[in-house]
């Protein structure tokens, strides 16, 4: 079964797909480097809730949606 850091991450990829964005344009939507949401969307990395934020913001969805 995947970590709850895998899971967000892939949900956070599926949104970012959905809405035709690269990584990096993701990252400069909500301000964050792309490294970063590498890092979230492989789980490699738990994420601040300014973070979730912010990448809800930038995905234009609300943040009960990346769970």
């Known amino acids: ?3 709850i850091l895998e899971q967000f991450g892939a949900k956070v ?4 797909i959905k809405k035709k964005l690269s990584q990096e344009k993701l990252a400069e ?3 964050l480097h792309r490294t970063y949401i590498g890092q979230i969307e492989s789980g490699k ?4 809730l300014k973070n ?3 990448i ?6 609300r ?3 990346l769970f």
């Open 45 to 48: 990395r738990n994420v601040a």
């Open 29 to 31: 939507l909500a301000n």
């Open 1 to 3: 079964m995947a970590s």
């Open 13 to 16: 990829r599926r949104c970012r």
């Open 52 to 54: 979730i934020e912010k």
């Open 56 to 61: 809800a913001n930038a995905l234009g969805v």
């Open 63 to 65: 943040i009960k949606e």
